[in-house]
């Protein structure tokens, strides 16, 4: 069995980027430029909760007395709908460190944050561990809630707390099934609003060597590999709204996938294949600036050569992969098998990452609605721009339609997006 970590000190807050017209919030908290008593605060809180780690968890797995927890947290606001987080998974520990923060706004007194730990299982069905609930109330967290050594005046609306969450067992009272520890951070929001989740902007790429040696797509460590890639985007839908792009039933290929049920079972049992979470070949992590996204596509390149990206956004995610004209990278990149066999999306098309100077890390994104499955409409790409805006506000983001001369510019920029290797592609038809 494995030996019990040691409680380590709470880490420091990354700084969040600023997203318009939402206000930052700052690692620290620090005091507004008024005095704001808890019964004057009028549009709730902006808080933080960073999830450190988990202690003394029970074994769950029988054959080494382990268990692989991950977290999930429901924020129940009253009279608003729920919000989720869930954590990534920690294998084979009892005291696992997780090591990350979601952010919410608009958050009413009251609020409730129902902690429950789970234990991944790869056969069967997931088990829960334990669970407990917190309430959000500030009145009651005053005398622990200095920032920087104590309070400041009279202002007692903002402050900075240690939580530890004793979980029980979720059938049998009084049994301790461990602790939770978080650190809450709060402060009163300056814009009315509904709860809603501020970030940080998350992914999980998922690796697949099978799918590589089919591609032919080399990974890092010399090995066959072909990855899918899932961004968990903040202001999705107050900025798609109602937006929604059904199948094209004009389109051949489409109505090929969604009139036959056994073609629509390949293309989900495909998603699933490439999409699933397994130990060791999915990563996870957190995108807080235009250079952790351009690194995540290892600047638009591979082999030397600049490469395209399938993308297809559901109100979930963001899902994508290097895509080209190659059989089974373009087998493997269509846009339904990203939707997992949806029959509307919120938008699609394709993204390549281009070199300017001007611009941060000396990339910008260009991104287009180029998709045959689900024909988005080119005047909505502008709220392609504006999403990716709201996640990264210092990223130069550049939208070119489908039909636009400046689109064939940059496909012919790369060569694998017309299937010949180090030669001039030909004219390009939509991807599906």
Request: charged letters at 20%; proline letters at 8%; a neutral charge.
């Amino acid at each position: 069995q494995q030996q019990q970590q040691q409680p380590r000190q709470l880490a420091s807050y990354p700084q969040q980027q600023q997203h318009e017209p939402l206000l930052p919030y700052p690692a620290v908290p620090k005091p507004l430029p008024y005095t704001a008593p808890v019964d004057k605060v009028q549009y709730g809180y902006d808080v933080m909760v960073y999830i450190n780690q988990a202690i003394k968890l029970p074994g769950m797995d029988w054959w080494n007395g382990l268990a692989d927890p991950y977290i999930i947290i429901t924020t129940i606001p009253p009279n608003a709908e729920q919000i989720t987080y869930k954590t990534k998974t920690v294998w084979k520990s009892l005291n696992p460190i997780f090591d990350e923060f979601f952010e919410l706004t608009n958050l009413p007194i009251g609020s409730t944050l129902m902690v429950e730990v789970w234990d991944k299982d790869m056969v069967t069905d997931d088990d829960i561990i334990g669970r407990s609930c917190w309430c959000f109330v500030p009145k009651e967290l005053l005398p622990s809630t200095a920032a920087g050594g104590g309070m400041l005046g009279t202002d007692s609306s903002w402050g900075r707390v240690p939580v530890q969450v004793k979980l029980g067992h979720p059938r049998k009272s009084n049994k301790p099934m461990g602790v939770v520890e978080l650190e809450v951070s709060f402060r009163p929001s300056q814009r009315c609003g509904p709860p809603a989740m501020m970030g940080p902007v998350r992914f999980r790429q998922h690796l697949s060597p099978a799918a590589g040696v089919l591609t032919g797509h080399w990974g890092n460590a010399d090995t066959m590999c072909f990855s899918t890639y899932k961004l968990f985007l903040m202001h999705t839908s107050s900025i798609f709204k109602d937006v929604r792009c059904p199948w094209n039933k004009q389109y051949d290929k489409a109505v090929t996938i969604f009139k036959n049920p056994l073609m629509l079972s390949t293309v989900r049992t495909q998603h699933s294949s490439l999409y699933a979470t397994h130990m060791g070949v999915t990563r996870f992590g957190v995108l807080t600036s235009p250079e952790d996204f351009f690194s995540l596509f290892k600047f638009g390149q591979r082999g030397g050569q600049r490469r395209y990206f399938t993308y297809t956004l559901l109100e979930e995610s963001l899902r994508c992969s290097e895509t080209g004209a190659a059989f089974f990278s373009d087998m493997m990149s269509k846009h339904a098998m990203h939707a997992g066999g949806e029959e509307e999306v919120l938008y699609a098309g394709e993204f390549c990452i281009v070199p300017d100077q001007a611009a941060v890390a000396g990339h910008k994104l260009v991104i287009d609605n180029n998709s045959g499955t689900y024909a988005p409409d080119k005047d909505k790409l502008c709220l392609m721009h504006d999403l990716f805006k709201a996640n990264f506000p210092d990223m130069i983001v550049e939208v070119v339609a489908v039909g636009d001369e400046k689109l064939k510019f940059y496909q012919q920029q790369c060569p694998s997006r017309a299937g010949v290797q180090g030669k001039q592609p030909q004219q390009q038809k939509q991807q599906t």
